[in-house]
């Protein structure tokens, strides 16, 4: 069984399109969190989820917005989608509170805008 | 302003022999240091971990040594194996409840047969 899952893996679009990116964790986790890997392989942290409630948010444009359902989903929309949002997105969830803990990852969604 | 830096775009080591993968940061509030290993087309997987108030950990064959008064942290692999290729990531997390990882732009691992 896959821990954290996000679909779809690949994504190729066109700029101005509106998409969305799903993320599902079956760990029980309470916090979620998407990162963005840039073509410099920088990995970086766009939003944390705790609980379906946002606690961090990382200076991110507003075109993207992100949404919980349940402590189990995160799933990302971006709006208006532009060049520079080219990247690989990963997903993924980590304990909340329980100290020393590591996040688990999901396998990325590739994006590219054309 | 990059926080955690891993100077070391790539490194080869011959397979038996050991890996030193190098890791600096700069904020001192760092408080928890993880190792997470990338293969192509994969999400990072967490390797291991150290808390500040340690200096050492151990795991089978990955050893993560941390020197604070340097803001140094390397992972040790050995015997290496072909199948540590892969890029590593080092991350820094700031204190308890902030469960935010700050992440360098890792190091590609090739082991020689």
């Known amino acids: 069984d896959t821990a954290v899952s996000q679909t779809p893996k690949y994504l190729v679009t066109q700029m101005g399109n509106d998409k969305s990116i799903k993320c599902e964790q079956n760990?029980?986790?309470?916090?979620m969190y998407w990162y963005k890997q840039d073509s410099k392989k920088f990995l970086k942290i766009m939003f944390s989820?705790?609980?379906?409630?946002l606690i961090i948010n990382e200076t991110v444009p507003n075109r993207f917005s992100p949404k919980s359902p349940d402590k189990a989903h995160l799933n990302l929309h971006i709006n208006s989608l532009e060049l520079g949002d080219s990247a690989v997105y990963f997903c993924?969830?980590?304990?909340w509170g329980q100290g020393a803990s590591e996040a688990f990852f999901g396998q990325g969604t590739r994006l590219t805008v054309v | 302003d990059q926080q955690v830096k891993q100077n070391s775009p790539s490194l080869s080591v011959q397979e038996g022999r050991i890996s030193i993968l190098n890791c600096d940061y700069t904020?001192?509030?760092?408080?928890?240091f993880l190792w997470y290993k990338k293969y192509p087309a994969e999400g990072p997987t967490f390797l291991i971990s150290?808390?500040?108030?340690?200096d050492k950990n151990e795991d089978g064959r990955f050893t993560v040594f941390l020197n604070k008064s340097a803001k140094h942290l390397s992972l040790h692999i050995v015997p290496s194996q072909p199948g540590d290729s892969a890029v590593y990531f080092c991350?820094?997390?700031?204190?308890?409840?902030?469960?935010?990882?700050?992440f360098g732009t890792g190091t590609r691992l090739t082991i020689i047969p």
């Open positions: 993924a969830s980590s304990p």
């Open positions: 904020n001192s509030m760092f408080d928890y």
């Open positions: 150290i808390s500040s108030i340690k």
């Open positions: 991350a820094a997390r700031v204190n308890f409840g902030n469960e935010k990882l700050t």
């Open positions: 760990l029980g986790h309470d916090t």
């Open positions: 989820y705790n609980n379906k409630e």
